[in-house]
């Protein structure tokens, strides 16, 4: 079955950059995601990348795709405690019936 | 333009009995989707509506259901409640199909005691 993996839990500071990690094992996805979700809230979406592309840029954030190895990251420059939620990476597009998310990481922004 | 709304926000139920939630889509949106979170199983995808017809179904027991009316907006209802339907449902809507991007509600928190 699709497996996607992320770390749990990712502690920094006010101002430095965070990298949130997934790994997947299916590779057919054309799509990938990140999503946002705070206490109490809905699923936001962040950015997405193409299968074919390697790094997008999106104001503080960076997301890069390293489809050898089947891993997709987020960066946050300058991180601020507004950031403060569970990140969850997901698999989408052709092929797929649905999005398949993993397990979310709970990023904490010490001030 | 106006984002994926749900209704209610919060309900609590006993076991047996069943419930009702519904979803509104983006205006033009017409595919529909429905996910579960909970702690243990994280998100898990039910199912996904367009054109008023199911067109995917995930892993769960036919007491999980869902309609799509032809305003696009979707009701998904669970009947014979158990304990462990406890969890935050999530709707998500997309523009013509569950591949392409999809945008999520603010969910339903059911709580059955």
């Known amino acids: 079955g699709e497996d996607v993996e992320q770390s749990l839990f990712l502690s920094v500071r006010e101002g430095d950059s965070s990298v949130i990690n997934c790994t997947y094992t299916?590779?057919?996805?054309?799509?990938l995601y990140w999503y946002k979700q705070e206490p109490g809230a809905g699923l936001q979406l962040l950015t997405y990348?193409?299968?074919?592309?390697d790094m997008k840029q999106d104001q503080r954030l960076t997301v890069l795709l390293n489809k050898k190895d089947k891993h997709l990251s987020l960066r946050i420059a300058d991180t601020q405690t507004g950031d403060s939620a569970i990140y969850f990476c997901?698999?989408?597009?052709?092929?797929?019936?649905?999005?398949?998310f993993g397990s979310g990481t709970r990023l904490q922004v010490q001030p | 333009k106006a984002g994926v709304t749900q209704t209610p926000r919060y309900l609590i139920k006993t076991r047996g009995q069943q419930v009702t939630l519904s979803c509104s889509p983006i205006?033009?949106?017409?595919?529909v989707s429905w996910y579960q979170q909970t702690p243990g199983q994280g998100l898990q995808f039910l199912f996904e509506?367009?054109?008023?017809?199911?067109?995917n179904k995930g892993n769960f027991p036919g007491r999980f259901s869902g309609r799509q009316f032809s305003n696009s907006r979707s009701e998904m209802n669970v009947s014979t409640l158990e304990l462990g339907d406890s969890a935050l449902y999530l709707c998500?809507?997309?523009?013509?199909?569950?591949?392409?991007?999809?945008?999520f509600g603010p969910g339903t928190r059911l709580l059955v005691l």
């Open positions: 998500a809507s997309s523009v013509g199909t569950a591949q392409e991007t999809q945008y």
């Open positions: 205006s033009g949106h017409r595919s």
């Open positions: 299916d590779s057919s996805s054309t799509y």
């Open positions: 997901a698999l989408g597009g052709t092929g797929r019936r649905a999005l398949t």
């Open positions: 990348i193409f299968s074919n592309m």
């Open positions: 509506y367009f054109s008023e017809t199911q067109r």
